[in-house]
């Protein structure tokens, strides 16, 4: 069975960065890409990016470009997410997704169990 | 980007009774291969986002026949025929036509 297996709580102080893996299994890895999504606490959705794990191509959500950087390595079918310059407002559950591998439609058909960064003076 | 516009946002629900959920998107959600990217998604509290219905209508593994979708264009609807206390929680609807892929608000479902 697909799953996406995610590295556990992180805390941080402001200015720092955090880097979150996603392990996948079940699936052919470079076969499908991964997103990523965050979730303030008691808020919505929000997109934070994609990787084709096929080939490496990126697409980062505007809002968080220059400070998100999406990578995989498909030797240990791990994706990783990492987020620098790190301030209050980026306290957040962060979601890795299965997605598309390339162009075409968005999937997000299976979800990781979600990692919370909190950032914290 | 497509706007998505989820109503209401919360929703009180009668266990056993009907509810749906309305989704309408920015733009027309038909793509260029004439399918609708247009899923629904599940989030109990405390969990993930748990896919429930893609392109429109169509059910994921193991989602009761209970949920179903429909729409087409700009407007979608999520219905869930006899609400179950599982059934708590939060609803997104989710277009993939477009990149990027975006979501509406959320709709909050709790029992009355």
């Known amino acids: 069975q697909v799953q996406l297996v995610q590295s556990g709580a992180e805390v941080k102080r402001p200015g720092a960065s955090v880097k979150v893996s996603c392990k996948a299994s079940?699936?052919?890895?470079?076969?499908?890409?991964i997103s990523w999504v965050r979730q303030v606490p008691g808020q919505g959705l929000e997109r934070m990016g994609w990787?084709?794990?096929?080939?490496?191509?990126?697409d980062y959500a505007q809002k968080m470009q220059g400070r998100v950087t999406l990578t995989t390595d498909t030797s240990t079918s791990t994706a990783y997410m990492e987020l620098r310059s790190l301030r209050s407002d980026d306290t957040a559950v962060y979601y890795c997704?299965?997605?598309?591998?390339?162009?075409?439609?968005?999937?997000?058909?299976?979800w990781g169990q979600g990692t919370l960064v909190t950032v914290s003076s | 980007e497509v706007v998505m516009t989820q109503s209401p946002l919360s929703l009180p629900v009668t266990l056993g009774q009907p509810a749906s959920i309305s989704c309408r998107s920015s733009?027309?959600?038909?793509?260029?291969?004439?399918?609708?990217?247009l899923s629904w998604f599940h989030q109990r509290p405390g969990q993930s986002p748990r896919r429930l219905l893609f392109?429109?209508?169509r059910r994921d593994s193991g989602v009761p026949d209970r949920f179903s979708g429909s729409g087409s264009g700009t407007d979608f609807t999520l219905h869930i025929s006899r609400v179950e206390t599982e059934d708590v929680g939060t609803y997104y609807c989710?277009?993939?036509?477009?990149?990027?892929?975006?979501f509406g608000q959320g709709t909050k479902v709790e029992i009355k």
């Open positions: 997704v299965r997605d598309v591998v390339g162009a075409g439609a968005a999937v997000f058909d299976f």
């Open positions: 079940g699936y052919t890895f470079s076969h499908f890409g």
């Open positions: 990787i084709s794990v096929y080939n490496g191509n990126t």
């Open positions: 733009r027309s959600l038909v793509h260029s291969d004439t399918n609708i990217y």
């Open positions: 392109r429109v209508s």
């Open positions: 989710m277009q993939g036509t477009h990149w990027p892929p975006t």
